[in-house]
T-cell receptor
Framework: KQEVTQIPAALSVPEGENLVLNCSFTDSAIYNLQWFRQDPGKGLTSLLL?????REQTSGRLNASLDKSSGRSTLYIAASQPGDSATYLC??????????FGKGTKLSVKP | DAGVIQSPRHEVTEMGQEVTLRCKPI?????LFWYRQTMMRGLELLIY????????DSGMPEDRFSAKMPNASFSTLKIQPSEPRDSAVYFC??????????????FGSGTRLTVV
């Protein structure tokens, strides 16, 4: 059974810092991996999606990498801003379209 | 497009009552997913449909939970009878085959259910 773990559970950094969020999964037979952002009381917003054949995806200040063989993904946020404060969720996708989520990393960026 | 629309946004009900949550997926999307989010367990997949047909309901916690998708533009998740431990945020998401490959899911804003 696929399990997704995110470390750390919470992270607080000063504005301007570069940071890395980690995600690991137990079964490397994944279809894709997706990073989401969730603001308090809100739904999930898709940030980046990496296909199983890809190694990384970039969008603005965000860069996500995928190492399927080791069961790891990282989300790199450059020059963090207070507006980046949110919970970041990693999810691995199976071939049938289902997503298995980690419990998230709650990020707080202090001005 | 208005995105995935869920109703109601908030629901407070008494234990033992029937609760019905509703979802309208994005037009043209043929996959629909129901998730539940709690502090303890995070986001859990309850059930998903493809072309209105349930594909996997192994995540549905008990027989008290049921889901239907009578047509491509509407789905319901019903809990009968409801219990306090069902209190959670319930999310609906939709996607298309190309979406799964390229753009992933689109989530609704969720329904916050409180059973007292």
């Amino acid at each position: 059974k696929q399990e997704v773990t995110q470390i750390p559970a919470a992270l607080s950094v000063p504005e301007g810092e570069n940071l890395v969020l980690n995600c690991s999964f137990t079964d490397s037979a994944i279809y894709n991996l997706q990073w989401f952002r969730q603001d308090p009381g809100k739904g999930l917003t898709s940030l980046l999606l990496i296909q199983s054949s890809q190694r990384e995806q970039t969008s603005g200040r965000l860069n996500a990498s995928l190492d399927k063989s080791s069961g790891r993904s990282t989300l790199y946020i450059a020059a963090s801003q207070p507006g980046d404060s949110a919970t970041y969720l990693c999810a691995v996708g199976g071939s049938q379209g289902n997503l298995i989520f980690g419990k998230g990393t709650k990020l707080s960026v202090k001005p | 497009d208005a995105g995935v629309i869920q109703s109601p946004r908030h629901e407070v009900t008494e234990m033992g009552q029937e609760v019905t949550l509703r979802c309208k997926p994005i037009s043209g999307h043929d996959y629909l997913f129901w998730y539940r989010q709690t502090m303890m367990r995070g986001l859990e997949l309850l059930i998903y449909f493809n072309n209105n047909v349930p594909i996997d309901d192994s995540g549905m916690p008990e027989d008290r939970f049921s889901a239907k998708m009578p047509n491509a533009s509407f789905s319901t998740l019903k809990i009968q009878p409801s219990e306090p431990r069902d209190s959670a945020v319930y999310f609906c998401a939709s996607s298309s085959p190309s979406g799964l490959a390229n753009y992933g899911y689109t989530f609704g804003s969720g329904t916050r259910l409180t059973v007292v």
